[in-house]
C-alpha cells in the first residue's frame, strides 16, 4: 500500500527520535537505550503504514503528535496515530530514569511534533530536540502540572502553561532557540481541576483550546481568545462523569479528520479515544475505546 506523506513525514521523525535518544544516553547519561521487540519498532510501523481516505494534512490546529507512555522504571514507549482513531504496535523501549514528565511540543507550526521539553525530578527543565538535550532553567519542581496546547497569542513559536502549587496558571513563551520568555500570569484558582490538557483547537476557530476535569468530575472547556495576555474565555460546560478516568491526554488529530481529539484512560488500562467536532456546544463525539493495557505506564502524553 502507498503510505501517507503525514506518516511518512512522522515516522521519519519517529526514527530520528529513536537514535536521538540512544545518542543522548551514550553522552549525557540521560537516557539508557534499550533494545525492544524487533516486531514492536519503526520497521514494523513503515510496513504496515497506509492511506487513509479524506486524511487531512496536519496543522497548528490539529496537529499530528504521537502518544507517549513511561513506566515507573523510566521506560518510555511511543505509539503512531494509525490515522484512523487507532495507534500502531509501540516503539521505544528507552530509560528516562530521572524523568518526571514530558510536553510535546510542534516548535515551528508545522503541525508535526518535533521535540519536546521534559521536566526532570530534579526541578531542571530541559528541551530535547533534534537529538541534542538542551538545559533551560531550574525551578520547575514548583510546578504541579506542564503542558502545551499550541500558541495562544499568535507568535511563530509554541506556549507553555505551568500551574504551581498555589493554583496559579502561568505563560511562558517559548524562542526559537528553545529558551522561554519571563513567565506571566493568566489565571489563579486552577488548582480545582484534577486534569488540565489540550492540544490544538476544539471549538473550530483555529485557537488552540484546553478542558480542564474538576473535583467532581465535571469537564469545562477553555476556548482560547488569540490574547496572550488573556488567553481562555469563560469556561464552558463540556460534561460530567469524568472522574472514571485517571488520565486525559491530547496528543491532537488522532484520526485524521482535521479536529483536535481528546483520549482518556481508565483505571482497568482501557485507552477510549474522544473524537473531536470542532463545534465549542459540543467538543467530542460518543468515545471509542482503541487500546487496552494503558495502566503499565505511570504517566501519558
Not at 491530547?250 to 473531536?276: C, E, F, I, M, Q
Request: hydrophobic residues 35%; proline residues 6%; charged residues 25%.
Amino acid at each position: 500500500m502507498t503510505r501517507s506523506p503525514r506518516r511518512t513525514r512522522a515516522l521519519s521523525r519517529l526514527v530520528t527520535s529513536a537514535i536521538a535518544v540512544a545518542l543522548v544516553g551514550a553522552t549525557a547519561g540521560t537516557a539508557l537505550a534499550e533494545d525492544a521487540p524487533a516486531t514492536t519498532g519503526p520497521a514494523r510501523n513503515a510496513a504496515r503504514s497506509a492511506v487513509t481516505a479524506g486524511q487531512h494534512k496536519p496543522t497548528p490546529a490539529a496537529p499530528f503528535f504521537f502518544l507517549t507512555g513511561i513506566q515507573s522504571s523510566g521506560r518510555m514507549y511511543v505509539y503512531m496515530p494509525d490515522g484512523k482513531g487507532g495507534f500502531d504496535d509501540r516503539s521505544g523501549g528507552y530509560v528516562w530514569p530521572h524523568l518526571r514528565y514530558e510536553v510535546a511540543i510542534d516548535p515551528d507550526l508545522t503541525g508535526y511534533q518535533d521535540g519536546a521539553y521534559q521536566v526532570m525530578d530534579d526541578g531542571t527543565l530541559n528541551l530535547w530536540r533534534k537529538g541534542l538535550l538542551k538545559k533551560v532553567s531550574t525551578g520547575w519542581g514548583r510546578y504541579d502540572r506542564v503542558f502545551s496546547p499550541g500558541t495562544l497569542g499568535g507568535a511563530k513559536h509554541p506556549d507553555l502553561l505551568a500551574r504551581d502549587k498555589q493554583g496559579v496558571l502561568w505563560r511562558c513563551q517559548t524562542k526559537a532557540d528553545g529558551s522561554l520568555a519571563p513567565r506571566v500570569e493568566v489565571g489563579t484558582g486552577w488548582n480545582q481541576f484534577t486534569r488540565i490538557t489540550g492540544q490544538g483547537d476544539l471549538s473550530g476557530d483555529r485557537k488552540p483550546d484546553v478542558v480542564a476535569r474538576d473535583k467532581q468530575g465535571v469537564l469545562w472547556l477553555y476556548k482560547g481568545t488569540g490574547d496572550p495576555r488573556k488567553p481562555f474565555a469563560s469556561r464552558v460546560k463540556v460534561g460530567s462523569g469524568w472522574n472514571q478516568f485517571n488520565k486525559l491526554v491530547a496528543t491532537g488529530d488522532v484520526d485524521g479528520d482535521g479536529h483536535s481529539d481528546l483520549l482518556a484512560r481508565d483505571p482497568k488500562g482501557n485507552l477510549w479515544l474522544y473524537r473531536g467536532t470542532g463545534k465549542a456546544t459540543a467538543p467530542f463525539k460518543s468515545r471509542t475505546k482503541v487500546g487496552t493495557g494503558f495502566n503499565q505506564y505511570r504517566d501519558l502524553f
